[in-house]
């Protein structure tokens, strides 16, 4: 008997959009972005902060930031304090 | 002739129905609940008191300390508003109700009937008796309406082609339809009277004060021929639900709005028509009444979209219910919805099925996601929207 394989390829659960991504990011010595990716940052376009969910045991406390590299990308980054580290992120 | 039949503060006088002798002393409509606290229309004894309409509350009180604030009773003022509306059809007139208190009808067709303008205007004025109602005749529509407002009670005031210039012109600002600011903008400038706008360039005032200052200087001058478009009467399909007691709850109003749209579209007297226009009515502990009109999207006769429509409305009733009515204002004639021969974009749809359903063959189960959004408020992106996997 042939056993079906397409069910077990592919988990059924739904995902989230948007997810954020770690990246490598060099910041300045005001923290803003330089490099993302190895990739020099031309401007930084937009800051802003996110402070949600403080009253759990996972609070979510971001600095982001809008940056257009050298390359003319476009993209958005931010400095989780909670988990430490730098990720990019879609939708922001 | 176009004429305009203008009752003014016809919401006070419907809300005084129910208590007559409040008409002789001073009384005005009270603030909407929710809404800013300026009072509504108020009584000829309260307006020799110093009290005007859309006065704030605690100035009208300070002014007046007698005033008596009369609860509005949207649901009443409606219903005998239709019955002046459908006085005037019975007439012969082909009505076009501009607001609660205000329509214009076209006298052209009725004058022989009636042997004159000015027999078939009594005709309208007696259609509508016992409201005060007074009427503006005029070849342009703006300048009947600006007639009605300033004929007295019971008066027909006609206004010839040749005079409409002459007789707007000394007429204040306010009957024009301009935002305050706008309004205040011109009193600054020294305009106070609609003559002195009218005066003025177009182009000048179409750059100081916008569209809408354009189209207030065109109505000073008399504004367009526009033609009075008589309603279609609305059908008389209503079910009302009496509550033992009052009745607060969402859940149990859901349910008998349920109830009432399931008994309504299964009425005979619908038959194969759809429905475009609904009205929900309820009648408020404390005497009250409160009315929303809804003009579905398209014409339905599906139960259950028609409650969906309807469903969020139940969220603005501002208190206990004791009575929920529910009209079917506007049907359509079983041609009005025209289905269509090939759906559009079913060719696409198909061929986007077919492709969907390749990619999952050979990538599996799962691998086709649909996006739902979850929390689109949420300031934190990943948790605004899901993708779920979808095997349909």
Request: some cysteine.
């Given at each position: 008997?042939v056993?079906?394989?397409?069910?077990?390829?592919?988990?059924?659960t739904?995902?989230r959009?948007?997810?954020?991504?770690?990246?490598?990011?060099?910041?300045?010595?005001?923290?803003?972005?330089?490099?993302?990716?190895?990739?020099?940052?031309?401007?930084?376009?937009?800051?802003?902060?996110?402070?949600?969910?403080?009253?759990?045991?996972e609070?979510?406390?971001?600095?982001?930031?809008e940056?257009?590299?050298?390359?003319?990308?476009?993209?958005?980054?931010?400095?989780?304090?909670?988990?430490g580290?730098?990720?990019?992120?879609?939708?922001? | 002739?176009?004429?305009?039949?203008?009752?003014?503060?016809?919401?006070?006088?419907?809300?005084?129905?129910?208590?007559?002798?409040?008409a002789?002393?001073?009384?005005?409509?009270?603030?909407?609940p929710?809404?800013?606290?300026?009072?509504?229309?108020?009584?000829?004894?309260?307006?020799?008191?110093?009290?005007?309409?859309?006065?704030?509350?605690?100035?009208?009180?300070?002014?007046?300390?007698?005033?008596v604030?009369?609860?509005?009773?949207?649901?009443?003022?409606?219903?005998?508003?239709?019955?002046v509306?459908?006085?005037?059809?019975?007439?012969?007139?082909?009505?076009?109700?501009?607001?609660?208190?205000?329509?214009?009808f076209?006298?052209?067709?009725?004058?022989?009937?009636?042997?004159?303008?000015?027999?078939?205007?009594?005709?309208?004025?007696?259609?509508?008796?016992?409201?005060?109602?007074r009427?503006?005749?005029?070849?342009?529509?703006?300048?009947?309406?600006?007639?009605?407002?300033?004929?007295?009670?019971?008066?027909?005031?006609?206004?010839r082609?040749?005079?409409?210039?002459?007789?707007?012109?000394?007429?204040?600002?306010?009957?024009?339809?301009?935002?305050?600011?706008?309004?205040?903008?011109?009193e600054?400038?020294?305009?106070?009277?609609?003559?002195?706008?009218a005066?003025?360039?177009?182009?000048?005032?179409?750059e100081?004060?916008?569209?809408d200052?354009?189209?207030?200087?065109?109505?000073a001058?008399?504004?367009?021929?526009?033609?009075?478009?008589?309603?279609?009467?609305?059908?008389?399909?209503?079910?009302?639900?009496?509550?033992?007691?009052?009745?607060?709850?969402e859940?149990?109003?859901?349910?008998?709005?349920?109830?009432?749209?399931?008994?309504?579209?299964?009425?005979?007297?619908r038959?194969?028509?759809?429905?475009?226009?609904?009205?929900?009515?309820?009648?408020?502990?404390?005497?009250?009444?409160?009315?929303?009109?809804?003009?579905?999207?398209?014409?339905?006769?599906?139960?259950?979209?028609?409650?969906?429509?309807?469903?969020?409305?139940?969220a603005?009733?501002p208190?206990?219910?004791?009575?929920?009515?529910?009209?079917?204002?506007?049907?359509?004639?079983?041609?009005g919805?025209?289905?269509?021969?090939?759906?559009?974009?079913?060719?696409?749809?198909?061929?986007?099925?077919?492709?969907?359903?390749?990619?999952?063959?050979?990538?599996?189960?799962?691998?086709?996601?649909?996006?739902?959004?979850?929390a689109?408020?949420?300031?934190?992106?990943?948790?605004?929207?899901?993708?779920?996997p979808?095997?349909?």
């Amino acid at each position: 008997m042939v056993t079906d394989t397409r069910d077990t390829r592919a988990v059924r659960t739904a995902g989230r959009l948007n997810e954020p991504r770690p990246a490598r990011v060099e910041p300045s010595f005001d923290g803003t972005p330089q490099r993302v990716n190895h990739q020099p940052v031309s401007l930084v376009r937009e800051e802003w902060r996110v402070l949600d969910r403080w009253w759990t045991e996972e609070p979510v406390l971001r600095r982001y930031f809008e940056v257009v590299l050298e390359t003319g990308e476009n993209t958005v980054v931010f400095l989780d304090r909670a988990r430490g580290g730098w990720f990019t992120q879609r939708g922001a | 002739m176009i004429a305009c039949l203008s009752i003014p503060g016809f919401d006070l006088k419907a809300a005084l129905r129910k208590a007559p002798s409040l008409a002789l002393r001073p009384a005005a409509l009270s603030p909407e609940p929710g809404g800013e606290p300026l009072i509504g229309p108020v009584t000829a004894a309260a307006e020799a008191a110093g009290v005007r309409p859309g006065m704030r509350l605690g100035e009208a009180l300070a002014t007046c300390p007698r005033l008596v604030l009369v609860d509005a009773d949207p649901a009443a003022a409606e219903q005998a508003w239709e019955e002046v509306v459908r006085s005037l059809e019975d007439a012969g007139f082909a009505v076009e109700p501009a607001a609660t208190g205000v329509a214009y009808f076209e006298t052209r067709g009725v004058e022989r009937l009636y042997g004159g303008l000015e027999p078939a205007l009594r005709r309208a004025l007696a259609a509508a008796g016992g409201w005060d109602a007074r009427i503006g005749a005029a070849g342009r529509r703006f300048a009947a309406l600006a007639a009605a407002s300033v004929a007295r009670p019971g008066q027909l005031l006609v206004v010839r082609d040749e005079e409409i210039g002459r007789f707007l012109a000394p007429l204040p600002l306010t009957l024009l339809p301009i935002d305050r600011r706008r309004y205040e903008e011109l009193e600054s400038l020294g305009v106070r009277r609609i003559g002195q706008l009218a005066g003025l360039p177009g182009s000048a005032v179409a750059e100081r004060l916008g569209p809408d200052g354009r189209r207030a200087w065109s109505l000073a001058r008399g504004g367009a021929a526009a033609r009075v478009r008589g309603r279609r009467p609305p059908s008389e399909l209503a079910e009302t639900l009496e509550f033992p007691e009052a009745v607060a709850n969402e859940l149990t109003l859901r349910r008998a709005l349920g109830a009432l749209v399931e008994t309504l579209v299964a009425r005979p007297e619908r038959r194969d028509r759809f429905v475009r226009k609904v009205a929900l009515a309820a009648r408020l502990v404390g005497g009250g009444s409160w009315r929303r009109a809804l003009t579905l999207r398209e014409p339905s006769a599906d139960a259950g979209r028609i409650r969906i429509a309807l469903a969020p409305k139940l969220a603005e009733l501002p208190g206990p219910v004791l009575e929920l009515r529910l009209e079917l204002v506007e049907l359509t004639e079983p041609a009005g919805r025209q289905l269509e021969l090939l759906a559009a974009g079913a060719e696409d749809r198909t061929r986007l099925r077919e492709g969907l359903r390749q990619v999952r063959a050979s990538t599996g189960s799962g691998s086709v996601c649909t996006v739902v959004e979850v929390a689109p408020w949420s300031r934190i992106p990943e948790t605004r929207a899901l993708f779920v996997p979808r095997d349909d």
